[in-house]
């Protein structure tokens, strides 16, 4: 994963004003998409915070605070780069789960799930799945920010920080798993192969092979059209 899509001090254009410096190379969804990005980003390490001193278990436990240092990292890198907009001192790490993939597959029954009439029912069944979903939200809140994003720099801080909510997220879907906490259920075979039928590659040429290649003159044209 690399950020270094931006160049250094590169100065763009507003038409109205002149030259914009870099650390005002930001468009007006931009500034507000990373505002609540960051905003959520705060929320999700606090909730991290708060829920710790009720973890019980230490697989947990070990997750949550790997992935609490992880997010804290990746909040300052991208802090960093929507202040200056420029490189941030580092580039987006890459998140590694400590445990293996395997989903088990299948439903039992378990007890009807309830409002709490107190706080001490809170459980590892619970911390988890708030903490799956701030993974979720953040991937979401994330991949709509950079879609909005026209600074270079910060765009790449952002697409390469979805991956590492989607591997957060899966590290959590497995710990519940394993406890049975999310269970995951299965289409009959048949219906299952079904499914997995419905579809065949594609057959045939690409499109421009067979539309014939634009000419020259019309592809730079389109090369120069704005984004």
């Not at 909040?75 to 293996?100: A, D, L, R």
């Not at 799945?129 to 701030?134: E, P, Q």
């Not at 697409?159 to 590290?171: K, L, R, V």
Request: glycine fraction near 6%; proline fraction near 6%.
């Amino acid at each position: 994963m690399q950020n270094q899509q931006g160049q250094q001090g590169q100065m763009h254009q507003n038409m109205h004003t002149g030259n914009v410096p870099p650390q005002l190379n930001h468009g007006g969804h931009e500034v507000i998409d990373i505002n609540e990005v960051l905003g959520a980003a705060i929320g999700a390490m606090n909730s991290y915070m708060l829920l710790r001193q009720h973890v019980q278990d230490p697989e947990l436990l070990d997750i949550l605070d790997r992935q609490y240092k992880f997010m804290q990292d990746e909040y300052n890198i991208t802090v960093e780069c929507f202040k200056t907009g420029q490189n941030p001192s580092h580039p987006t790490s890459k998140y590694m789960m400590n445990q293996g993939n395997d989903f088990i597959y299948g439903m039992k029954p378990t007890q009807p799930k309830k409002p709490w009439q107190s706080v001490s029912e809170i459980n590892d069944e619970y911390i988890s799945s708030c903490m799956l979903a701030s993974c979720k939200s953040s991937a979401s809140m994330k991949t709509m920010a950079a879609l909005e994003t026209t600074n270079p720099v910060v765009r790449r801080v952002l697409a390469d920080s979805i991956p590492n909510c989607i591997e957060m997220g899966y590290e959590l879907s497995i710990y519940q798993n394993k406890h049975h906490y999310y269970q995951v259920p299965q289409l009959a075979e048949t219906d299952m192969n079904t499914y997995r039928n419905s579809f065949a590659p594609a057959q045939g040429q690409a499109m421009g092979q067979q539309m014939g290649q634009m000419p020259t003159n019309n592809m730079n044209m389109n090369n120069n059209m704005p984004h």
